[in-house]
Protein backbone atom coordinates (compact mmCIF):
# COMPACT_ATOMS: atom_id res chain seq x y z
CA UNK A 1 0.00 0.00 0.00
CA UNK A 2 2.75 2.21 1.11
CA UNK A 3 4.84 1.59 -2.33
CA UNK A 4 1.20 2.11 -4.38
CA UNK A 5 0.78 5.62 -2.45
CA UNK A 6 4.53 6.87 -3.43
CA UNK A 7 3.90 5.71 -7.27
CA UNK A 8 0.69 7.52 -7.22
CA UNK A 9 2.08 10.75 -5.30
CA UNK A 10 4.51 10.59 -8.00
CA UNK A 11 2.00 10.48 -11.12
CA UNK A 12 0.11 13.58 -8.76
CA UNK A 13 2.99 15.56 -9.24
CA UNK A 14 3.69 15.07 -12.62
CA UNK A 15 0.39 16.09 -13.61
CA UNK A 16 0.69 19.18 -11.72
CA UNK A 17 4.39 19.63 -13.81
CA UNK A 18 2.06 18.77 -17.20
CA UNK A 19 -0.91 21.70 -15.89
CA UNK A 20 1.68 23.96 -15.51
CA UNK A 21 3.37 23.29 -18.27
CA UNK A 22 0.69 23.14 -20.30
CA UNK A 23 -0.69 26.60 -18.88
CA UNK A 24 2.03 28.10 -19.96
CA UNK A 25 1.91 26.67 -23.46
CA UNK A 26 -1.23 28.04 -23.86
CA UNK A 27 -0.49 31.08 -23.41
CA UNK A 28 2.26 31.05 -25.83
CA UNK A 29 0.86 29.25 -28.67
CA UNK A 30 -2.86 30.92 -27.86
CA UNK A 31 -2.87 34.46 -26.18
CA UNK A 32 -6.13 35.23 -27.28
CA UNK A 33 -7.68 32.11 -26.51
CA UNK A 34 -5.67 32.32 -22.82
CA UNK A 35 -6.40 35.65 -22.30
CA UNK A 36 -10.23 34.72 -22.60
CA UNK A 37 -10.08 31.71 -20.79
CA UNK A 38 -8.39 33.67 -17.98
CA UNK A 39 -10.95 36.31 -17.57
CA UNK A 40 -14.09 33.00 -18.00
CA UNK A 41 -12.04 31.56 -14.94
CA UNK A 42 -11.31 34.76 -12.87
CA UNK A 43 -14.89 35.93 -12.93
CA UNK A 44 -16.74 32.18 -12.15
CA UNK A 45 -14.83 31.67 -9.39
CA UNK A 46 -15.02 35.30 -8.08
CA UNK A 47 -19.01 34.68 -8.32
CA UNK A 48 -18.77 31.96 -5.86
CA UNK A 49 -15.64 33.40 -3.56
CA UNK A 50 -16.73 37.13 -3.63
CA UNK A 51 -20.04 36.80 -2.53
CA UNK A 52 -19.01 34.07 0.41
CA UNK A 53 -16.02 36.30 1.34
CA UNK A 54 -18.69 38.95 2.07
CA UNK A 55 -20.96 37.11 4.01
CA UNK A 56 -18.13 37.27 5.96
CA UNK A 57 -17.06 40.63 6.02
CA UNK A 58 -19.56 42.84 6.04
CA UNK A 59 -20.76 42.20 9.51
CA UNK A 60 -17.62 44.07 10.35
CA UNK A 61 -19.10 47.38 8.89
CA UNK A 62 -23.14 46.36 9.19
CA UNK A 63 -25.33 45.85 12.62
CA UNK A 64 -27.90 45.32 10.50
CA UNK A 65 -29.21 42.38 8.18
CA UNK A 66 -30.82 43.93 5.67
CA UNK A 67 -28.03 45.78 4.49
CA UNK A 68 -26.34 42.50 4.08
CA UNK A 69 -28.52 41.21 2.04
CA UNK A 70 -28.71 43.73 -0.83
CA UNK A 71 -25.04 44.23 -1.40
CA UNK A 72 -23.66 40.48 -1.23
CA UNK A 73 -24.82 39.80 -4.55
CA UNK A 74 -24.49 43.21 -5.79
CA UNK A 75 -20.95 43.70 -5.32
CA UNK A 76 -19.96 40.00 -5.66
CA UNK A 77 -20.99 40.27 -9.21
CA UNK A 78 -19.75 43.58 -9.65
CA UNK A 79 -16.12 42.68 -8.26
CA UNK A 80 -15.38 39.51 -9.82
CA UNK A 81 -16.40 41.12 -12.90
CA UNK A 82 -13.81 43.82 -12.54
CA UNK A 83 -11.45 40.77 -11.82
CA UNK A 84 -11.89 38.82 -14.68
CA UNK A 85 -11.85 41.49 -17.15
CA UNK A 86 -8.20 42.75 -15.23
CA UNK A 87 -6.94 39.06 -15.86
CA UNK A 88 -8.38 38.96 -19.00
CA UNK A 89 -5.92 41.80 -19.91
CA UNK A 90 -3.40 41.24 -17.61
CA UNK A 91 -3.12 37.71 -19.99
CA UNK A 92 -3.34 39.26 -23.11
CA UNK A 93 -0.33 41.96 -22.65
CA UNK A 94 1.45 39.31 -20.82
CA UNK A 95 1.61 36.54 -24.18
CA UNK A 96 0.67 38.94 -27.15
CA UNK A 97 2.97 39.92 -29.09
CA UNK A 98 5.86 39.73 -32.00
CA UNK A 99 8.73 38.50 -30.43
CA UNK A 100 8.42 34.79 -30.15
CA UNK A 101 12.05 34.54 -28.53
CA UNK A 102 10.65 36.99 -26.20
CA UNK A 103 7.75 35.37 -25.58
CA UNK A 104 9.51 31.93 -25.02
CA UNK A 105 11.41 33.31 -22.01
CA UNK A 106 7.88 34.74 -20.68
CA UNK A 107 6.22 31.52 -20.90
CA UNK A 108 8.86 30.37 -18.92
CA UNK A 109 9.49 32.57 -15.90
CA UNK A 110 4.98 32.38 -16.08
CA UNK A 111 5.16 29.05 -15.77
CA UNK A 112 8.08 28.71 -12.75
CA UNK A 113 5.91 31.58 -11.22
CA UNK A 114 2.52 29.29 -11.43
CA UNK A 115 4.70 26.50 -10.41
CA UNK A 116 5.85 27.89 -7.55
CA UNK A 117 2.48 29.29 -6.14
CA UNK A 118 1.21 26.06 -6.69
CA UNK A 119 3.43 23.90 -4.62
CA UNK A 120 2.76 27.15 -1.90
CA UNK A 121 -0.81 26.35 -1.77
CA UNK A 122 -0.35 22.37 -1.77
CA UNK A 123 2.19 23.01 1.52
CA UNK A 124 -0.34 25.46 2.98
CA UNK A 125 -2.99 23.32 2.38
CA UNK A 126 -1.10 20.21 4.07
CA UNK A 127 0.40 21.88 6.94
CA UNK A 128 -2.48 24.92 8.11
CA UNK A 129 -5.44 23.80 6.29
CA UNK A 130 -5.45 26.77 4.19
CA UNK A 131 -8.30 26.44 1.34
CA UNK A 132 -5.75 26.68 -2.13
CA UNK A 133 -8.50 28.84 -4.39
CA UNK A 134 -9.26 31.13 -1.67
CA UNK A 135 -5.70 31.72 -0.18
CA UNK A 136 -4.66 31.76 -4.38
CA UNK A 137 -7.75 33.80 -5.38
CA UNK A 138 -7.27 36.46 -3.00
CA UNK A 139 -3.70 36.79 -1.32
CA UNK A 140 -0.85 35.13 -3.65
CA UNK A 141 -1.50 37.94 -6.77
CA UNK A 142 1.15 40.19 -5.16
CA UNK A 143 3.88 37.70 -4.06
CA UNK A 144 3.47 36.29 -7.56
CA UNK A 145 3.75 39.03 -9.49
CA UNK A 146 6.75 40.10 -7.56
CA UNK A 147 8.57 36.25 -8.48
CA UNK A 148 7.41 37.17 -12.49
CA UNK A 149 8.61 40.95 -11.97
CA UNK A 150 11.84 39.53 -11.00
CA UNK A 151 12.36 36.73 -13.20
CA UNK A 152 12.10 39.21 -16.20
CA UNK A 153 14.05 41.60 -14.81
CA UNK A 154 16.78 38.94 -14.32
CA UNK A 155 16.53 37.70 -17.74
CA UNK A 156 17.36 41.63 -18.57
CA UNK A 157 20.25 42.13 -16.72
CA UNK A 158 21.73 38.50 -18.36
CA UNK A 159 20.60 39.96 -21.55
CA UNK A 160 18.67 36.90 -22.68
CA UNK A 161 15.54 39.40 -22.91
CA UNK A 162 16.91 42.26 -25.06
CA UNK A 163 16.67 45.58 -23.44
CA UNK A 164 14.51 48.50 -25.90
CA UNK A 165 15.79 51.90 -25.58
CA UNK A 166 13.54 55.42 -25.98
CA UNK A 167 14.93 55.74 -29.22
CA UNK A 168 14.12 51.98 -30.43
CA UNK A 169 10.84 52.77 -29.49
CA UNK A 170 10.14 55.99 -31.38
CA UNK A 171 11.66 54.67 -34.37
CA UNK A 172 9.40 51.57 -34.58
CA UNK A 173 6.53 54.38 -33.60
CA UNK A 174 7.60 56.62 -36.64
CA UNK A 175 8.40 54.01 -39.13
CA UNK A 176 7.87 50.52 -38.11
CA UNK A 177 4.47 50.67 -36.74
CA UNK A 178 1.77 50.27 -39.50
CA UNK A 179 -1.45 52.89 -39.86
CA UNK A 180 -3.67 50.07 -38.11
CA UNK A 181 -1.59 48.26 -36.22
CA UNK A 182 -2.58 44.51 -34.81
CA UNK A 183 -3.29 43.83 -31.32
CA UNK A 184 -0.21 41.82 -31.25
CA UNK A 185 1.82 44.97 -32.54
CA UNK A 186 -0.13 47.07 -29.88
CA UNK A 187 1.21 44.78 -27.11
CA UNK A 188 4.51 44.33 -28.55
CA UNK A 189 4.74 48.05 -28.31
CA UNK A 190 2.94 48.21 -25.07
CA UNK A 191 5.82 45.99 -23.33
CA UNK A 192 8.98 47.88 -24.64
CA UNK A 193 6.78 51.07 -23.69
CA UNK A 194 6.28 49.43 -19.73
CA UNK A 195 10.14 48.48 -19.92
CA UNK A 196 11.59 51.56 -20.56
CA UNK A 197 8.92 53.02 -18.22
CA UNK A 198 10.61 50.59 -15.15
CA UNK A 199 13.94 51.67 -16.66
CA UNK A 200 13.19 55.23 -15.87
CA UNK A 201 12.25 54.29 -12.59
CA UNK A 202 15.03 52.32 -11.90
CA UNK A 203 17.29 55.53 -13.04
CA UNK A 204 15.14 58.29 -10.44
CA UNK A 205 15.67 55.97 -8.05
CA UNK A 206 19.63 55.85 -8.45
CA UNK A 207 19.50 59.47 -7.83
CA UNK A 208 18.68 58.68 -4.18
CA UNK A 209 19.75 55.41 -3.57
CA UNK A 210 22.16 52.98 -4.44
CA UNK A 211 21.82 50.91 -8.10
CA UNK A 212 21.66 47.93 -6.81
CA UNK A 213 18.59 48.69 -4.19
CA UNK A 214 16.75 51.03 -6.91
CA UNK A 215 16.53 47.88 -9.04
CA UNK A 216 14.98 45.81 -6.53
CA UNK A 217 12.99 49.07 -6.03
CA UNK A 218 12.03 49.29 -9.73
CA UNK A 219 11.11 45.08 -9.41
CA UNK A 220 8.58 45.87 -7.17
CA UNK A 221 6.90 48.75 -8.90
CA UNK A 222 7.41 47.17 -12.12
CA UNK A 223 4.39 46.96 -14.32
CA UNK A 224 4.78 43.21 -14.79
CA UNK A 225 3.95 42.47 -10.88
CA UNK A 226 0.02 42.72 -12.49
CA UNK A 227 0.75 39.06 -14.38
CA UNK A 228 0.84 37.77 -10.68
CA UNK A 229 -2.85 37.62 -10.66
CA UNK A 230 -3.11 35.69 -13.61
CA UNK A 231 -0.29 33.39 -12.09
CA UNK A 232 -2.21 33.06 -8.56
CA UNK A 233 -5.86 32.66 -10.72
CA UNK A 234 -3.96 29.20 -11.95
CA UNK A 235 -1.61 28.07 -9.33
CA UNK A 236 -4.85 27.86 -7.18
CA UNK A 237 -7.17 26.35 -9.54
CA UNK A 238 -4.15 23.94 -10.10
CA UNK A 239 -3.17 23.35 -6.45
CA UNK A 240 -6.74 22.72 -5.72
CA UNK A 241 -7.04 20.15 -8.32
CA UNK A 242 -4.10 18.54 -6.84
CA UNK A 243 -5.19 18.24 -3.16
CA UNK A 244 -8.15 16.88 -4.37
CA UNK A 245 -6.73 14.10 -5.54
CA UNK A 246 -4.40 13.58 -2.83
CA UNK A 247 -7.08 13.42 -0.40
CA UNK A 248 -8.61 10.36 -2.48
CA UNK A 249 -5.34 8.70 -2.40
CA UNK A 250 -5.54 4.72 -0.51
Given at each position: ???????L????????V????????????????F?????L???A??L??????????????????????????????????????????AA??????????????????????????????????????????????????P??????????A?????????R?????????I???????????????L??????A????????L?????????????V??????L??????????L?????????????
Open positions: MTILRVVNGLIMLAEAAVAGTAWLGFSHPFAAALTAMSFLGSLEARRLRNELPFYFERTSPRMLLVPIVGFIEALMKGVLAGLLFTFSGTDPGRLYWVAVVFGATVFAGSSLLRVLSISAGAHPTRWGYFRLGPLGLLFSAGLALGALAIVPTTLSDIGWKMWELPPKPSLAQVSEFYQLKQFDDFIVTLSTVMARDWAEIAGLVSVNVAGFVAALYAAIAEAVRSLERRLP
